[in-house]
């Protein structure tokens, strides 16, 4: 199992994994995670500006950011994906968030597709930074994630059953990003008993695993958020995060 690192200027810890986002973050002692929604999505520039206002006016540092909740209009293509994450990474490296010697971005991320009336371009959908608590620790975010395996090959090479969206495949797909999910909770040291809202985002029909593949693991206890949106990446079916956060505001 991965390990954490610290983020010591954010004050939490978080799962080291590609350029564009860890793979998921945890509070350390002394903070806690508080997460902030947008009543409607807002241009990912203008959501950077009112990001820093929000974080700046808790008192906290810009380091303080530690997952972004992002939306776009269409999955991207590989090449498009990479693009974007270019551009996106930016903002952080001038937070003091993204290291661009070593590559290393602290900050989690989930970027999804609403199938109806998605965004002009991509925008902040929700954000969550640490703020001062005691004792803290206790609260954590994963990245989404769908069913794509790691490594550098093509998504398509990498895909659990590419371009298959039976029933069988479908729910071949939630259980390895349900897997995934575990493995990342497990690595920030807390399970589906922690968690207080689990997101599913997937335009196929969950029903026929609903039981079975999430409920009875646990992942739905305090039920099942279901976005009617597409992973970022075109082919990606299926992607899931959760969060175990106590304090949760819309603006």
Known sequence: MAETTDFTPGGYRFIPGVFQYSA??????????VRVRFHEPVPLLEGFTAVAGQ???SGRPLTALAACELRSPDPFTDDGFRAFNETYV???AQWGLYDRATRINPVARSNVCPLISPPA?????????????????????TSGSGEARDGPAPYAQRTVRYRDTSPHAMREKARFVLERMEDRLGTLGFSWHETTATQV???HDIH???GQEIVARGAARHGLIWHYCTPPIVDLE????CRGIGRETVI
């Open 24 to 33: 998921g973050v945890a509070a350390l002692p002394g903070f806690d995670l």
């Open 55 to 57: 974080i700046r006016a």
């Open 90 to 92: 930016e903002t952080l």
């Open 121 to 141: 371009a991509p925008a902040f959908h929700a954000f969550t930074f640490t703020v001062a608590s005691t004792p803290g620790g206790t609260s954590f975010v």
């Open 201 to 203: 985002y997937t335009r």
């Open 208 to 210: 026929p695993f609903l």
């Open 238 to 241: 299926f992607e899931t995060d």
